[in-house]
């Protein structure tokens, strides 16, 4: 349980510093038969600060409640 406990406080510590992240994506707009056309389009991934802090929130309780056994 401490484990775990630790583990959510980091990632709850890591989702309050990056708040996302984005990446290409490879899309295909033509393709008639030789000829083809791609794009790249970016997307976006985010989360609210408010994940992390919850996230943080319970790793140290999952933490404070392994040591009281």
Excluded: C, H
């Amino acid at each position: 349980m401490k484990t775990f406990g630790i583990i959510l406080a980091i990632v709850g510590v890591v989702m309050l510093i990056w708040t996302g992240f984005s990446y290409t994506k490879k899309e295909k707009v033509v393709d008639i038969g030789p000829l083809e056309v791609n794009a790249e389009k970016q997307e976006q991934v985010s989360w609210p600060s408010y994940a992390g802090g919850i996230l943080l929130a319970a790793g140290v309780i999952f933490i404070l409640l392994d040591k009281k056994r």
